[in-house]
């Protein structure tokens, strides 16, 4: 008789790139979210976003799911417009169990510099379905008269 007592084998799934890929996610300077700062659980990350131009404007649409429009501004300084807001995480409920998170909560920001052709006293947003648009219409470009310049 054996005074060595054996405990059932348990099995664990090893995963061995799981913990590789999350320091990819949280740490990567490519990735959309940055590590949560000291006292916070809260990444900072930047929503996804698309310009584009035509004729009459340019076109911002930045992809903010879950965000509302209360919790967005956007400003205008020195040529540069900046988005910026928060996405709140819901709380959870006590009877459920989170497998995996990969959607990004806190504080955000991004800005785009402008060119000098736009008429920054007809910008206007909208946010629908997810996605914010930002809609910069152009001025009528002038035509530039030559300037000659004395030899002295």
Do not use: C
């Not at 099995?11 to 913990?19: A, D, G, V």
């Not at 809260?42 to 930045?62: C, H, M, N, Q, R």
């Not at 009528?140 to 300037?147: D, F, H, L, M, R």
Request: charged share 35%.
């Amino acid at each position: 008789m054996s005074l060595i007592r054996r405990e059932p084998l348990s099995l664990t799934r090893w995963e061995p790139f799981r913990e590789i890929e999350d320091m990819f996610r949280r740490y990567s300077p490519f990735s959309f979210g940055r590590a949560p700062s000291r006292g916070s659980d809260e990444f900072e990350w930047a929503p996804i976003a698309d310009v584009s131009e035509t004729d009459g404007e340019y076109l911002i649409k930045a992809e903010l799911p879950e965000v509302k429009k209360e919790d967005v501004s956007i400003t205008l300084q020195d040529g540069v417009i900046t988005i910026a807001g928060e996405r709140r995480r819901e709380q959870e409920q006590k009877d459920e169990n989170q497998i995996r998170v990969e959607s990004f909560y806190g504080k955000f920001s991004r800005s785009f510099s402008l060119p000098d052709d736009v008429d920054v006293q007809a910008i206007r947003a909208e946010s629908r379905d997810g996605v914010l648009r930002v809609h910069i219409p152009k001025t009528q470009a002038q035509a530039k008269k030559p300037v000659s310049i004395e030899i002295q």
